[in-house]
T-cell receptor
Framework: LAKTTQPISMDSYEGQEVNITCSHNNIATNDYITWYQQFPSQGPRFIIQGYKTKVTNEVASLFIPADRKSSTLSLPRVSLSDTAVYYCLVGDYKLSFGAGTTVTVRA | SAVISQKPSRDICQRGTSLTIQCQVDSQVTMMFWYRQQPGQSLTLIATANQGSEATYESGFVIDKFPISRPNLTFSTLTVSNMSPEDSSIYLC????????????FGPGTRLTVL
């Protein structure tokens, strides 16, 4: 399983865009990049997944450069309810969670 | 998508005893996973449980301590045996639902405290 590195924490304010970059230098050819969100006392929730280039859904965008050794999760116009831990994972069916990034959104 | 329920939601147990955690899914799924999340930590995969075969355990986890049953495609149990305070954690069940992406759904977790 490829190891991922992401910032421990990030602070932001309501209405701002938050970008979290994850490093995964040892990503394998058949690995996907997936991001999960976890609120206190809840299980993680799938946000977005990509293989290469850019993926966008109703809650986030995922940017993946050509070498796939990193990825950036972009959360547009965050609100207080986006305060959570965000995990970057690389792999297929077996997920290995790293430490995650604690995002704190302030008013 | 998949909706997962777990029982119990929380429990306080005495050391040396065992607790069985149930995981129920609202649809048939092939792959189920059990995770542990210790206080303030990330999730650690305990084992993968596929229906009709023995569970596959990750390094550091053994069947005698964490026996798993998978009697059908919608249900699984994880038993935490001979508990010690170090087993105090949140235990989460997860499934991979069918679809074009590798999306996993997680249950709400079982918060276990061992005294």
């Amino acid at each position: 399983l490829a190891k991922t590195t992401q910032p421990i924490s990030m602070d932001s304010y309501e209405g701002q865009e938050v970008n979290i970059t994850c490093s995964h230098n040892n990503i394998a050819t058949n690995d996907y990049i997936t991001w999960y969100q976890q609120f206190p006392s809840q299980g993680p929730r799938f946000i977005i997944q990509g293989y290469k280039t850019k993926v966008t859904n109703e809650v986030a965008s995922l940017f993946i450069p050509a070498d796939r050794k990193s990825s950036t999760l972009s959360l547009p116009r965050v609100s207080l309810s986006d305060t959570a831990v965000y995990y970057c994972l690389v792999g297929d069916y077996k997920l290995s969670f790293g430490a995650g990034t604690t995002v704190t959104v302030r008013a | 998508s998949a909706v997962i329920s777990q029982k119990p939601s929380r429990d306080i147990c005495q050391r040396g005893t065992s607790l069985t955690i149930q995981c129920q899914v609202d649809s048939q799924v092939t792959m189920m996973f059990w995770y542990r999340q210790q206080p303030g930590q990330s999730l650690t995969l305990i084992a993968t449980a596929n229906q009709g075969s023995e569970a596959t355990y990750e390094s550091g986890f053994v069947i005698d301590k964490f026996p798993i049953s998978r009697p059908n495609l919608t249900f699984s149990t994880l038993t935490v045996s001979n508990m010690s305070p170090e087993d105090s954690s949140i235990y989460l069940c997860s499934v991979r639902a069918g679809g074009p992406i590798y999306e996993q759904f997680f249950g709400p977790g079982t918060r276990l405290t061992v005294l």
